[in-house]
């Protein structure tokens, strides 16, 4: 379950068109954000510092992840359908079951062969020109 107080402060940085105040209030407390199970569908969290957030289960659909720093988070079955991840950092982040559906992780950085292959994903993704499309993809899950 997502903790309420980091929830609130990013919904709030994301209504204030102010990423740059979660960043620094991550900056400045240390946190490790608990975001499990948030609903952050459409969310503008272009360049958000998520390192190492908790994000298993989470509802990102459609959201702009463009430059976010998701290094070592947890997106084990969150819903990434058509989410923008493109230049974010997903170094060693887990995508067990995540559904990446139509997302475009074009220019990802530190995307690897295994997070791919651990995702739930369709024809519709769009990976970097150094990835393979596993032969599970063949079917669309939508």
Do not use: V, Y
């Amino acid at each position: 379950m997502a903790n309420e107080e980091h929830l609130k402060r990013l919904r709030e940085a994301i209504a204030a068109r102010n990423i740059a105040a979660w960043n620094k209030w991550r900056e400045e407390s240390h946190i490790i954000p608990l975001l499990e199970g948030a609903d952050l569908t459409r969310a503008d969290l272009e360049n958000a510092d998520l390192k190492e957030a908790d994000l298993r289960e989470a509802i990102l659909i459609e959201a702009n992840l463009t430059g976010a720093d998701l290094e070592k988070a947890l997106l084990s079955r969150a819903d990434l359908w058509g989410a923008n991840l493109r230049e974010a950092n997903l170094s060693r982040a887990t995508f067990w079951e995540a559904n990446l559906s139509r997302a475009d992780l074009t220019g990802a950085k530190g995307l690897s062969q295994g997070q791919i292959q651990a995702a739930k994903t369709d024809k519709g993704t769009k990976l970097p020109p150094d990835l393979q499309r596993p032969k599970h993809w063949e079917e669309d899950l939508t």
